[in-house]
């Protein structure tokens, strides 16, 4: 057993089959539902466990197993991450064309506007200058935020660290999710409306129906928001909604 694990470089797995007075005879007659169930968790080690397999079966005498198993590994992460994709995605297909949709209705007091979601909060953005942070299981009531003094419609983004809110009034503002200190309230893009706001990791962007665009990041310390970028002439168009991902 562990001659064959040192020619296919997968000796990683050499404890966690000894622990189990797991044989190389053993190994041969394994399929990849029996390679999981004796722990062998890691999708990648389970393709090239069976690879080598096959390989060996096939009476492969290949003098330089590094060499081959090096070339395995490459065809493993080639290939193996959109094969387990596919393998999700028709599991993912199945289980919603089967499964019963669960309706679940929360009644909010606040003329909505905008809505942004997580897996802890749903976050409704009003016409009356407020955000309200809703348990996204319970539709409590968990946060009621000011954002203007003025009313004006409110559009937001959450991300783990901070909520954000902009306003048609120019006002963009940023809290500490968890403290809900207040970090940032200014006019970076002068005298227009604000509509497009997304986050991404650290990072909040905002954009103007002005064309303006403003990139802002949070950092530990003072001050706790940092403008990174901002472009008052970026494009011609008018800015309606920004959305971005977490790369």
Not at 10 to 39: A, F, P, S, Y
Not at 139 to 155: F, K, L, P, R, Y
């Amino acid at each position: 057993l562990h001659s064959f694990l040192l020619k296919y470089d997968l000796i990683v797995l050499e404890d966690t089959l000894t622990r189990k007075n797991i044989t190389l005879e053993d190994v041969l007659e394994m399929d990849k539902d029996e390679m999981e169930e004796v722990g062998i968790t890691s999708y990648k080690h389970r393709k090239l466990l069976w690879r080598a397999i096959q390989d060996h079966l096939a009476g492969g005498s290949t003098t330089d197993g590094h060499e081959r198993s090096s070339s395995l590994a490459d065809e493993v992460d080639s290939h193996s991450m959109s094969e387990e994709q596919e393998q999700y995605r028709a599991q993912g297909m199945l289980q919603w064309q089967k499964a019963q949709p669960r309706k679940t209705e929360f009644m909010v007091n606040c003329p909505g506007n905008y809505i942004a979601v997580d897996e802890k909060m749903i976050a409704v953005g009003t016409d009356d200058s407020r955000a309200v942070l809703l348990n996204a299981y319970t539709g409590t009531t968990v946060w009621d935020i000011e954002c203007a003094m003025v009313s004006s419609e409110v559009q937001l983004t959450m991300s783990e660290e901070v909520v954000t809110t902009v306003t048609e009034s120019g006002i963009v503002t940023v809290w500490d999710r968890l403290t809900r200190e207040l970090l940032y309230r200014e006019v970076p893009h002068g005298n227009t409306e604000i509509y497009g706001v997304a986050a991404a990791k650290n990072l909040t962007i905002t954009g103007g129906r002005n064309g303006s665009l403003a990139i802002m990041s949070l950092a530990k310390t003072e001050p706790r928001i940092k403008m990174e970028y901002l472009s008052t002439s970026l494009v011609q168009l008018r800015i309606h909604h920004i959305d971005c991902d977490k790369e």
